[in-house]
C-alpha cells in the first residue's frame, strides 16, 4: 500500500524559475492517473481510444503504401511497411494486452513518432507530408499527461527534427512559391506541435500537484482524512488481495492540556514526532494518515493476531516523543477489506476501541473483537 504520490513540493516556491526546475525534475507517477480513472472506470474507455487512434494510423499508412510513396521499390518502403505493422498490432495490444510499464509506455509513443517522421518523408507529395505533422499532437498529447518534461522534450525533439526535415524538402521543390508556403506550413506545424503542448503540460502538472496537495496535512506530510480514502479507495479498484488488514487509530491522550502548558510549538513538534514514530515502527508499504487534530490512522497489511503486539510497538515508540507523560490510546480492528464499505467499518471498529481504550484510562491498546 505504497503512497504513489509526495507532498506537492511548489508550496510557497519562490519564483516562477523554481517551478518550471521542479517540474523538470519531477519523476512524475505514471500510476497517479491510471489509479484516478480506473478508478472513475473510464480505463477501459481510454484504452479504446487510444486502439482506435493507432487503428486510423494504419489505414493511413496502409493507403501511403498503395499510392503516395515517394520511392516506391526503395528501402523507405520496408520501412513503412514494418511501421505499418506495428501500427495493425496496435489495437490489439492495447485492447486485450495488459497496460504498459512507465518506460515501455514511453518508448512505445517515441517509436510511434519516428513512424510518423518517417510515414511524413516517405510521402511522394513534400507539401502533404508536411501537413500531416499535427498528427504529432496526438502523441504529444498522451505524454503530457502520462510522463514528465523529459520525455516531452524528447518527443518535441524528434518532432522538429522531422519538421524541419519535410519543411526543407518543400522547400526545394516544384511547387509555386515554394519558400513562402514552407514557410507558413511550417510555423502552423510547430505551433500546433510543437509551442502549446509544453506549457499545457505544465499547466496540468501545477494542477495534479495541487489535487495531490490537497490529500496531506502539511504539518506531518502524512495523508489527511481524504488522502486517507482516497488512497484506499484506489488500492481496492487494483484488485489486490486485501484479506489481511489491520486498522490502527492513534489518539494523543490529553494533548490540549499538552498544549496549555508547553506552547503550540512543542505541540506541533509532538504531531510530527509522532507521525515520524508511525513511519518508523510500521515501515513500508503500510499507510499512515492524520485525521484530525491529534488523531492518527495508519493501515497495514498483517494476521490479525499480530495487532496486539504492532499496537504495543506503537504505543512505546510515541511515548518517547515530547515531553514527559505524553501518552497515546490505540485502538485497532482486522479483517479482510473488498470495498470501501467493509473499510469504513474496520475503521469505525478500531476508532470504537480506541474510545474504549481511553475511557478505560489511556496509554494502552484495545482491540476490537472480530466480526
Avoid at 470504537?352 to 473483537?369: E, F, L, N, Q
Amino acid at each position: 500500500m505504497r503512497r504513489r504520490s509526495t507532498v506537492w513540493r511548489l508550496a510557497g516556491a519562490p519564483h516562477y524559475t523554481d517551478q518550471f526546475r521542479l517540474w523538470w525534475g519531477d519523476d512524475v507517477d505514471h500510476h497517479f492517473l491510471l489509479n484516478f480513472l480506473r478508478a472513475r472506470g473510464f480505463l477501459t474507455s481510454l484504452r479504446v481510444v487510444i486502439a482506435l487512434v493507432g487503428a486510423g494510423m494504419a489505414v493511413a499508412l496502409l493507403a501511403l503504401l498503395a499510392t503516395d510513396l515517394a520511392d516506391p521499390a526503395g528501402p523507405m518502403r520496408v520501412l513503412v511497411t514494418g511501421i505499418t505493422v506495428v501500427a495493425v498490432a496496435w489495437p490489439f495490444y492495447w485492447l486485450f494486452g495488459p497496460w504498459p510499464t512507465p518506460r515501455m509506455s514511453i518508448t512505445l509513443f517515441l517509436f510511434i513518432d519516428i513512424g510518423i517522421a518517417v510515414a511524413g518523408l516517405a510521402h511522394r507529395d513534400p507539401l502533404a507530408g508536411l501537413t500531416a505533422t499535427p498528427v504529432f499532437a496526438v502523441t504529444g498529447i498522451y505524454i503530457l499527461f502520462f510522463h514528465g518534461a523529459r520525455a516531452m522534450v524528447a518527443h518535441l525533439a524528434i518532432v522538429v527534427v522531422a519538421i524541419a526535415a519535410l519543411a526543407a524538402r518543400l522547400a526545394v521543390s516544384d511547387y509555386p512559391e515554394a519558400l513562402p508556403l514552407t514557410v507558413g506550413k511550417t510555423a502552423v506545424a510547430l505551433l500546433v506541435t510543437v509551442f502549446i503542448l509544453p506549457f499545457a503540460q505544465f499547466a496540468f502538472w501545477l494542477i495534479r500537484n495541487s489535487s495531490v496537495e490537497s490529500l496531506f496535512d502539511p504539518l506531518t506530510t502524512l495523508a489527511n482524512r481524504r488522502g486517507l480514502r482516497a488512497h484506499m479507495s484506489r488500492l481496492i479498484g487494483t484488485g489486490e488481495p486485501l484479506s489481511d488488514l489491520c486498522v490502527f487509530v492513534i489518539d494523543i491522550d490529553k494533548f490540549k492540556n499538552v498544549n496549555d502548558r508547553h506552547g503550540h510549538a512543542v505541540g506541533d513538534d509532538i504531531l510530527v514526532q509522532t507521525a515520524a514514530q508511525v513511519r518508523r515502527v510500521l515501515g513500508e508499504p503500510a499507510l499512515a494518515a492524520r485525521t484530525g487534530g491529534e488523531e492518527f490512522v495508519a493501515v497495514d497489511a498483517m494476521a490479525a493476531d499480530r495487532a496486539a503486539e504492532v499496537g504495543s510497538l506503537l504505543r512505546a515508540a510515541i511515548g518517547e516523543v515530547g515531553p514527559p507523560g505524553v501518552t497515546v490510546s490505540i485502538g485497532a480492528a482486522c479483517g479482510p477489506v473488498h470495498s470501501m464499505e467493509c473499510f469504513e467499518r474496520l475503521l469505525h471498529k478500531a476508532d470504537t476501541a480506541m474510545y474504549r481504550a481511553k475511557h478505560d484510562g489511556g496509554d494502552r491498546v484495545s482491540i476490537a473483537d472480530p466480526a
